[in-house]
C-alpha cells in the first residue's frame, strides 16, 4: 500500500489553471502506476489521467484531453496534474490512486487502484 497526499486545489475562474500535486511514501512509490480521478456533487467518481511507473506512458479521458497534463517525479515520491483551460464542469474533489500492483500497465479502471488520497477541491467559476 501506498500513502497518499493530495494538494493543490482551489478556487479559479473559467480559462485559469491549477497545479495538483500527490505526495507518496517514498520508499515504494516509483514502483507503481498512478491515476487521477474526479467526483462531482451526486456524480460516480470518474477517471482522469494515469500514468505508469516509469513515466513514459499517459492516458486521459477525452473531456481533459489538450487541457490536462499528468507527470511524475519518482525522485520526490509526487505525482502531478497540470489544468489549463479550466471549465466549470471540472468542478469536483480529485483523488490521486496508486494501482493496486507493483509495475502494472497503466490502466483507467477505478477497482484496479487500491490506494487513494483523501482528495482536494477544485471549483471553476463561471
Known amino acids: 500500500q501506498v500513502q497518499l497526499v493530495e494538494s493543490g486545489g482551489g478556487l479559479v475562474q473559467a480559462g485559469g489553471s491549477l497545479r495538483l500535486s500527490c505526495a507518496g511514501s517514498?520508499?515504494?512509490?516509483?514502483?507503481?502506476?498512478m491515476g487521477w480521478f474526479r467526483q462531482a456533487p451526486g456524480k460516480e467518481r470518474e477517471f482522469v489521467a494515469a500514468?505508469?511507473?516509469?513515466?513514459?506512458?499517459?492516458y486521459y479521458v477525452d473531456s481533459v484531453k489538450g487541457r490536462f497534463t499528468i507527470s511524475r517525479d519518482n525522485a520526490k515520491s509526487t505525482v502531478y496534474l497540470q489544468m489549463n483551460s479550466l471549465k466549470p464542469e471540472d468542478t469536483a474533489v480529485y483523488y490521486c490512486?496508486?494501482?493496486?500492483?507493483?509495475?502494472?500497465?497503466?490502466?483507467?479502471?477505478?477497482?484496479?487502484?487500491?490506494?487513494w488520497g483523501q482528495g482536494t477541491q477544485v471549483t471553476v467559476s463561471s
Open positions: 517514498p520508499h515504494t512509490f516509483s514502483r507503481y502506476a
Open positions: 490512486a496508486a494501482h493496486v500492483r507493483q509495475f502494472a500497465a497503466i490502466t483507467t479502471t477505478r477497482t484496479d487502484f487500491g490506494s
Open positions: 500514468i505508469n511507473w516509469s513515466g513514459d506512458s499517459t
